[in-house]
């Protein structure tokens, strides 16, 4: 070569087009809501423009589908010849990104929505005019027209067209495949129900619901008088606070401030689990599911809320706004439980929150039982206390007898409750305002077992092991032995840096009877949940995963664990890729039978497999609590991160449109994401009618087995993740953490592993 020269960049524009159509808009019918979405945006910017409410009714939005085509007809803004060419079809530009466009509240921002369109159609028409233009504009583009360009970028057909006039902009698609109407119908109404302006289906109206209006408004009872105002940090809140016959908690949210800048944000939240429906100026964005202690769910609105380019996620600005906001109302909900003792005995989830939060001072309203079984307020033991000649003790039901002769000599003896994070704040609060002391004594070992059985051994080496890898705790020595009190492990400090003693009676019952499930992985993934629920509290003390809050060091885990983490700098904006896609079959399926031989493969199913993909476990003795289906999570979340997640104290499972998703979080700050994307809609049956969204927290805990970590599968959604037959399911996952302290956003590096990629 004599001479410089150059070449310009080649284009797979099929390929591309595919990828924005299928891995962006990973549901079939996301071209619906992109056309809407496109057409609401436009009437809002059209709207401000004359200074109207976009509920006035000279704006309109119309949608029409039959077996092979679907029309989105606006009366908007409209689009020259120029605006089309720039903007709908051209890749990554838009039109709103304008001062006017944020003004108005449009949502789309991306400039890819439009070609979402060809995941389904064969041909695209869009016709439009601009308002006082002499002529509109018809362009279109086929299937047959990019593949005939090959390499090169396709063209548009363009030619002058009046029927959008005098203004608007009207889309058609000529689909592939006939489209479920019906269904259609739900998935778009789910979206567009509080949009203001006037939008049909069919000619069926389907929007202009108002989202600020209360569900069951006449069986909710108010808290107070008039619009509150809820503080913490820069955000200020304005709403009213509700509660209905079951003492369940609601607010109405009416304003947001962050600093002096006041946001439009409104909306209700009931403080149970549940899913969030995110929306901006009544266009749902998506659901998700922030984790929180005493749970939260409902719907808000606001102008500061983005999604990704998707769509079915917020970015990382998003989802840390959300998470302070949900904060300050769960704190305000909190406030107003502790405000009533009928409320207090419907919500036992607040004393975890107390405990964490230091909030011990204000259990002044909380009922305990005491020895002779009657019941009294914190408040008034207090007051005895603070008038001297009475002593107070806590205890519990294993000396009960005991007890009753302490208080009929005078005393006070306070029978804490059998909830743990309850029993932990009924007992700081008597210490700290009761000058009370424990009367059950100090717990020790009364025998040491000096001959163990094999199965013993095993027990205390696993829990060794367990202890050493999840905590890193090392400073330790396992000691067996029977114990006072009648339990079964128990954590004794010495001071000093002495090493700790954990005391186990590894003959107590809730030990002894896991003997029948034999040398399984069933019996090691329990061993691993017993040393969370029994010493995880106590062991976090010494942990350095942990702070002293119990929230996760994330910062301090990436850093040790850095070529495991891929840390998100700008999660604004940014698409989505890659995520690992499984091909499922029954094959994948391995059982395990809980029987009285022990823990068993099934015999009619094949050898055991290495890493299966779906784990059953049949309980038919119902001895072990974990009886049903669960999936594995990927290989490269696990290594980065498995060993922590059984840690997280609140896990639940959020499922809307085509996405299923598993949360699990610490309670403080942070928050793991396990995404599934499906093939198709998830649709479940909820009093009868169906639903293609819904939620709760899990009802088995995470299984650590074969190698990996597993996710219990709700009985609702095992048709959609469980297959059967010949089916094969094609899932795509994603995986990563939010941290809520630093507003940080960490994804696993992809594994070289092949065991749960294609194949």
């Not at 439009?264 to 009544?282: C, H, M, P, S, Y």
Request: aromatic share 8%; proline share 4%.
């Amino acid at each position: 070569m004599t001479g410089g020269s150059s070449f310009k960049v080649g284009i797979e524009f099929e390929s591309v087009l595919r990828a924005i159509s299928k891995q962006i808009y990973e549901t079939p019918m996301a071209f619906i809501r992109e056309n809407v979405q496109n057409a609401v945006d436009a009437i809002r910017i059209q709207a401000l423009r004359e200074d109207v409410d976009p509920r006035d009714n000279r704006y309109r939005i119309d949608v029409t589908v039959d077996d092979r085509k679907l029309i989105v007809c606006d009366n908007g803004i409209g689009m020259s010849e120029t605006d089309l060419q720039n903007f709908f079809w051209t890749i990554g530009a838009s039109g709103k990104r304008t001062g006017e466009a944020v003004q108005a509240g449009c949502v789309g921002m991306f400039g890819i929505g439009g070609f979402a369109n060809f995941g389904v159609c064969d041909r695209l028409e869009v016709i439009s005019q601009v308002q006082e233009a002499e002529h509109g504009t018809y362009t279109s583009l086929s299937q047959d027209d990019i593949k005939a360009a090959g390499i090169a970028i396709p063209s548009v057909t363009v030619r002058p067209s009046d029927e959008a006039a005098p203004r608007g902009t009207i889309v058609v698609g000529h689909l592939r495949e006939p489209p479920d109407v019906e269904q259609l119908q739900r998935y778009l109404k789910d979206f567009v129900r509080f949009v203001p302006i006037m939008i049909a289906f069919n000619g069926k109206k389907i929007s202009q619901t108002c989202l600020s209006d209360l569900d069951d408004r006449e069986n909710l009872m108010e808290i107070g008088v008039g619009i509150k105002t809820w503080r913490e940090g820069n955000l200020t809140i304005t709403g009213r606070l509700f509660e209905d016959r079951g003492h369940t908690l609601i607010a109405g949210i009416h304003g947001l401030a962050i600093g002096d800048e006041a946001i439009n944000l409104t909306g209700q939240i009931r403080f149970e689990n549940g899913a969030i429906d995110v929306f901006k100026r009544g266009f749902k964005l998506c659901a998700t599911q922030i984790g929180t202690t005493i749970g939260v769910s409902g719907r808000l609105d606001g102008d500061r809320f983005v999604p990704t380019a998707g769509r079915d996620s917020l970015d990382g600005t998003t989802t840390s706004l959300l998470g302070q906001i949900l904060a300050l109302l769960e704190r305000v909900a909190v406030d107003a439980v502790l405000d009533s003792p009928e409320r207090i005995a419907q919500h036992t989830r607040i004393f975890r929150y107390v405990v964490k939060r230091g909030m011990i001072g204000k259990l002044d309203n909380v009922r305990v039982r005491l020895a002779d079984a009657t019941e009294i307020a914190l408040e008034s033991i207090k007051r005895r206390a603070t008038q001297g000649g009475v002593g107070v003790y806590f205890g519990t039901t294993q000396k009960q007898a005991l007890n009753q002769i302490m208080q009929a000599q005078g005393h006070i003896v306070v029978l804490l409750s059998s909830d743990q994070h309850r029993r932990n704040a009924e007992k700081s609060y008597l210490q700290q305002f009761c000058g009370a002391k424990p009367f059950d004594g100090i717990i020790d070992c009364i025998e040491h077992y000096e001959r163990l059985t094999r199965f013993e051994r095993v027990f205390l080496s696993e829990l060794e092991m367990t202890i050493a890898k999840s905590y890193e705790v090392h400073n330790f020595r396992l000691v067996s032995g029977k114990l006072t009190e009648d339990i079964p492990v128990f954590v004794k400090e010495h001071g000093g840096g002495q090493a700790i003693d954990i005391f186990v009676d590894v003959r107590h019952q809730e030990i002894a009877k896991l003997e029948d499930l034999g040398f399984s992985q069933l019996l090691y993934s329990l061993i691993a949940s017993f040393c969370r629920e029994y010493l995880g509290p106590s062991l976090k003390k010494w942990s350095p995963r942990f702070f002293g809050d119990g929230a996760l060091n994330l910062e301090m885990l990436a850093k040790r664990r850095s070529e495991l983490w891929i840390l998100l700098k700008d999660d604004i904006g940014t698409v989505r890729k890659g995520g690992r896609r499984q091909v499922v079959t029954r094959s994948d399926v391995q059982v395990i039978n809980v029987g009285g031989g022990g823990a068993q493969v099934q015999a009619d199913a094949q050898p055991e497999r290495k890493n299966p993909r779906i784990l059953q476990i049949i309980d038919e003795t119902g001895q072990t609590g974990r009886a049903g289906f669960y999936i594995r999570l990927p290989e490269s979340a696990y290594k980065a991160y498995g060993d922590i997640l059984p840690e997280c104290e609140s896990r639940g499972i959020v499922w809307a449109g085509n996405k299923i998703l598993y949360v699990a979080s610490d309670t403080v700050s942070a928050s793991f994401q396990y995404e599934i994307r499906l093939d198709e809609i998830v649709t479940t049956t909820v009093e009868g009618a169906p639903r293609a969204e819904g939620a709760q927290p899990f009802d088995r805990p995470l299984q650590e087995m074969y190698g990996g970590l597993y996710f219990p599968i709700p009985e609702q959604l095992e048709p959609y993740l469980v297959p059967k037959g010949n089916v094969e399911l094609r899932l795509e996952l994603h995986c990563d953490w939010i941290d809520m302290r630093t507003a940080k956003h960490w994804m696993p590096k992809e594994s070289d592993s092949t065991d749960i990629g294609p194949r």
